[in-house]
Nanobody
């Protein structure tokens, strides 16, 4: 069974930074991408960033040049460094990874609130 646990969310002022972490346990399909989604109140879940096992990253246009995704393949851990945060980045952030037996596993989410 694959479990994902996010941490690092919180309240930050506009322009500030946060670093999210997602630790995994169980049988993760490590050659598949890992990444982050987010969901704001009343909105659909939005893909934020993904990173391949080789370290190749893709970002939503809204976070490009502000967020950086990375992963530690040895620990099957994925990170999201968020700089220049804006109020519109306020959301619950979820990490995901692929199970070795198929399908996607999700974390429980971590709240990020950007407000003065």
């Amino acid at each position: 069974q694959v479990q994902l646990v996010e941490s690092g969310g919180g309240l930050v002022q506009p322009g500030g930074s946060l670093r999210l972490s997602c630790a995994t346990s169980g049988n993760v399909f490590s050659i598949k991408p890992m990444g982050w989604y987010r969901q704001a109140p009343g909105e659909q879940r939005e893909l934020v960033a993904t990173v391949s096992s080789a370290g190749s990253a893709n970002y939503a246009d809204s976070v490009k040049d502000r967020f950086t995704i990375s992963r530690d393949n040895a620990e099957n851990t994925v990170y999201l460094q968020m700089n220049g945060l804006r109020p519109e980045d306020t959301a619950v952030y979820y990490c995901f990874a692929w199970r070795a037996r198929g399908g996607i596993a999700w974390g429980q989410g971590t709240q990020v609130t950007v407000s003065s």
